[in-house]
């Protein structure tokens, strides 16, 4: 067969190099990163309208939280994971800021969500940003910043140090190792202020829930967090 299927998709990614991140056929007018049929069908949870949700609800006797939620729901073989695994490695940081952008848009309707100060995304193990090239959190922070017209900040919350690889740890370790894992600078500056923590998978919270207790030390008045998904 002289045109099968499979050279006819390398035909079309030659003649439009931008595909879909979702489904990867190529995008159409007016489209960036993600396709509109596959914008459509993403699993939405609509967090930001209850607060009373499953991710704030994870985070209830742990830390006081002003608001807590995630875009996507992240189930094996579904779409978000397909868009998360692009976003971490896949060398794709703009799909991070499109990412955003559709979070921002979502927090923009949420009443617990207004007058936040500053963004700030969960730091990345230095020698992970190292090999990876950038922090994907980061770049979801730019796009919801660009939709909320909220600073985004690099400059209070870090990571004291490269934590071994979690993976083959349990859950207990996993808190322990976490809980002393980030550090505060300029901390003067968060004093009264609404902070909005983000990442992108939340799973156990251990990392939120780390990052939370380290920036309360500043005594901020809020901290709200926001993740692009979420574990069930
Ligand atoms: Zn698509």
């Not at 991070?96 to 007058?115: D, F, M, N, T, V």
Request: hydrophobic share 45%; glycine share 6%.
């Amino acid at each position: 067969m002289p045109f099968s299927i499979k050279k006819i998709h390398d035909l079309i990614q030659l003649l439009f190099p931008m595909a879909c991140y979702g489904c990867a056929l190529p995008l159409m007018n007016g489209e960036s990163e993600i396709c509109n049929t596959c914008l459509e069908s993403l699993p939405f949870t609509d967090h930001h309208l209850h607060q009373e949700n499953l991710v704030a609800k994870q985070f209830w006797g742990r830390i006081p939280l002003n608001a807590a939620m995630a875009m996507l729901f992240f189930k094996r073989g579904n779409a978000t994971r397909q868009l998360i695994h692009h976003l971490k490695y896949g060398n794709h940081p703009e799909l991070g800021l499109k990412l955003g952008i559709l979070l921002g848009e979502r927090l923009l309707s949420a009443p617990q969500y207004q007058a936040i100060d500053f963004l700030i995304p969960v730091p990345l193990h230095l020698k992970r940003a190292a090999q990876r090239g950038y922090n994907q959190s980061d770049y979801i922070a730019r796009g919801i910043s660009q939709v909320l017209e909220v600073p985004l900040s690099n400059r209070h919350l870090f990571r004291k140090s490269a934590t071994d690889s979690q993976t083959r740890k349990g859950r207990f370790l996993r808190f322990e190792n976490m809980a002393t894992a980030f550090e505060l600078q300029n901390a003067e500056e968060l004093e009264n202020t609404h902070i909005l923590l983000i990442d992108d998978v939340l799973t156990t919270g251990a990392t939120m829930e780390a990052c939370a207790l380290t920036l309360l030390q500043a005594m901020p008045e809020k901290i709200s967090i926001a993740a692009l998904a979420f574990v069930k």
